[in-house]
């Protein structure tokens, strides 16, 4: 799997919306960016995922360069309850065998008043 | 459905002692995975059922650790003589295998149970 860079940490006010960054360089063609999230003391939570369009759920959007080698996650009107770890993760669609997720460290988001 | 539940939520134990985790997936899902987590990480992955077979495991699961799922249904994680090096969060996810697609790595995940080895 491709490995992914986040940044540590961000702050976002509330009802502004968050753009998380995720870059993924070393993609390959059939790999697909996924999003989960973890709010302390949860599993981590499923958000979306994309090829290559751009992506939109009820929960955010996702948008992935023309080259593929980055995206960004949107949350468009943050919450107090969208304080989590933020994961990007690249892997190829399932192929019948184990979904080994590698999650990394995430990025830390904080949503203010 | 509730999603995926664990028990317990929390365990103290003392060094030596022998621990059981259990996981009840989603009742429609095949698959059955346990991921690890330490303070400040990322989850790792240790374990993958289909159905009722233990298709995979990771380096990280010493022989110490066991696994079962019983008739594709619920599973349980086992650590046999625990070590302080055990403590973390020990997640169960469980997802509807689809063949190759990658909705099959969309994995609903459970709230963990939390192993503290004193």
């Known amino acids: 799997d491709a490995k992914t860079t986040q940044p540590t940490s961000m702050d976002c006010a509330e009802g502004r919306a968050a753009n998380l960054p995720c870059n993924h360089s070393?993609?390959?063609?059939?790999?697909?960016v996924y999003w989960y999230r973890q709010i302390h003391s949860q599993g981590p939570q499923y958000i979306i995922h994309?090829?290559?369009n751009n992506e939109t759920n009820e929960m955010a959007s996702l948008i992935i360069t023309e080259d593929r080698k980055s995206s960004t996650l949107i949350l468009p009107h943050a919450t107090l309850r969208d304080t989590a770890v933020y994961y990007c993760i690249v892997r190829v669609g399932n192929t019948g065998t184990a979904s080994k997720l590698t999650f990394g460290t995430g990025t830390r988001l904080q949503v203010t008043l | 459905d509730t999603g995926v539940s664990q028990d317990p939520r929390h365990k103290i134990t003392k060094r030596g002692q022998n621990v059981t985790f259990r996981c009840d997936p989603i009742?429609?899902?095949?698959?059955l995975y346990w991921y690890r987590q330490t303070l400040g990480q990322g989850p790792e992955f240790l374990t993958y059922?289909?159905?009722?077979?233990?298709?995979?495991k990771s380096r990280l699961l010493s022989d110490r650790f066991s696994a079962e799922r019983p008739k594709g249904s619920f599973s349980t994680l086992e650590i046999q003589r625990t070590e302080q090096g055990d403590s973390a969060m020990y997640l169960c996810?469980?997802?509807?295998?689809?063949?190759?697609?990658?909705?099959?790595?969309?994995?609903?995940f459970g709230a963990g149970s939390r192993l503290t080895v004193l």
């Open positions: 009742s429609e899902h095949n698959r």
């Open positions: 059922f289909q159905n009722e077979a233990q298709l995979e």
């Open positions: 070393t993609i390959s063609g059939n790999e697909y």
């Open positions: 994309g090829l290559k």
């Open positions: 996810a469980s997802s509807l295998g689809q063949g190759a697609s990658a909705g099959a790595n969309v994995l609903t």
